[in-house]
């Protein structure tokens, strides 16, 4: 019941930067965490980046250094800010948010959006 709405993926060069940003609606109730997921073509889908309740920040080794993520608890918003891009960061993202009480945690996702980085 918790609808996630991406946006800002598109075609980059390599080096170049994007900024993507996840709304959160619908019945929200105790977020614990917001992050980004993304698909490869052939492979498995990854974490890149989630920050907790707390706000600590984790992030997948291939992104650290490039990839700021950040939120708006107030908005229930989430971004995630990708400098430095290389053509491996092409893929579909995914904004995730987990949500509920600790004994009933809820994983909610978004349609995703492409990014696609040029040579």
């Known amino acids: 019941q918790v609808q996630l709405v991406e946006s800002g993926g598109g075609l980059v060069q390599a080096g170049g930067s994007l900024r993507l940003s996840c709304a959160a609606s619908?019945?929200?109730?105790?977020?614990?965490?917001m992050g980004w997921y993304r698909r490869a073509p052939g492979k498995q889908r990854e974490l890149v980046a989630n920050?907790?309740?707390?706000?600590?920040?984790n992030y997948a080794d291939s992104v650290k250094g490039r990839f700021t993520i950040s939120r708006d608890n107030a908005k229930n918003t989430v971004d995630l800010q990708m400098n430095s891009l290389k053509p491996e960061d092409t893929a579909v993202y995914y904004c995730?948010?987990?949500?509920?009480?600790?004994?009933?945690?809820?994983?909610?996702w978004g349609q995703g959006t492409q990014v696609t980085v040029s040579s």
């Open positions: 995730n948010v987990i949500s509920g009480d600790s004994g009933n945690l809820r994983p909610s």
């Open positions: 619908g019945k929200i109730f105790s977020i614990k965490a």
């Open positions: 920050i907790i309740s707390g706000g600590t920040t």
